[in-house]
Structure formats: structure tokens, C-alpha cells
């Protein structure tokens, strides 16, 4: 049975810093390509960042480039989502998904897996 858990969420002021964690287990870790996605309320499921199975090839939605750095570790079947720079319009539940695929989506239907979610709150 294959499970992502999400960490490192939390309440965090403008301008901060939070690092999520998705641990896979239950598939091979580097034959999944990685993504991120956030709902925020009364929102839709949003596309925030994904990552090839190598590593090499990241991809971003507009409003977190420079700001977010997804980044993977085989050796721990861990995805990571490194989030500087923090603005409230980043408050939301946080979701990240493995695709079987080898073209990391911004699709979510796409998505094979999905974790729980994790909340990130972003304070004025």
C-alpha cells in the first residue's frame, strides 16, 4: 500500500520560513515524479511545484518561483518543499502527490498518490 505523509507545517509570520516533508513508502521511491499542491479556503486545489524522478527538472507556478525550492532524497524516499519568503496569500492546506509517470504534471488528476495534507498558516 503505498502512503505519503506530509510534515513541517505550522504558523508562521510574513516574511518567514517553513520546509515540508513528504515521505513516500510502499513504491519505489525514484520511479515517481514528486508535486506539490495547495488548497486555500473556498479555493481549488492548486499546483504549487513539481520534480522529475532524477531530480534535474523542477517546475514552478509563477507566484512561488524564486520564493519555494522543492528538492528530492532518494535515499530517504523523502520530497521537500523549501518555502522562504512567506505572504499570507500562502496560507493553505498543503498536499504533495507522486506521479507514475515520467512528465511531472501540473495537473492534479494527474497525480497517482496523495498525502494527507499539511496546514501552513502565514500571518500578517
Known amino acids: 500500500q503505498v502512503q505519503l505523509v506530509e510534515s513541517g507545517g505550522g504558523l508562521v509570520q510574513a516574511g518567514g520560513s517553513l520546509r515540508l516533508s513528504c515521505v513516500l513508502s510502499g513504491r519505489s521511491f525514484s520511479t515517481v515524479a514528486m508535486g506539490w499542491f495547495r488548497q486555500a479556503p473556498g479555493k481549488e486545489r492548486e499546483f504549487v511545484a513539481s520534480i522529475n524522478q532524477s531530480g534535474r527538472n523542477t517546475f514552478y507556478t509563477d507566484s512561488v518561483k524564486g520564493r519555494f525550492t522543492i528538492s528530492r532524497d532518494d535515499a530517504k524516499n523523502t520530497a521537500y518543499l523549501q518555502m522562504r519568503s512567506l505572504i499570507p496569500e500562502d496560507t493553505a492546506v498543503y498536499y504533495c502527490?507522486?506521479?507514475?509517470?515520467?512528465?511531472?504534471?501540473?495537473?492534479?488528476?494527474?497525480?497517482?498518490?496523495w498525502g494527507q495534507g499539511t496546514q501552513v498558516t502565514v500571518s500578517s
Open positions: 502527490a507522486a506521479d507514475r509517470s515520467w512528465v511531472p504534471s501540473i495537473i492534479s488528476e494527474d497525480y497517482d498518490f
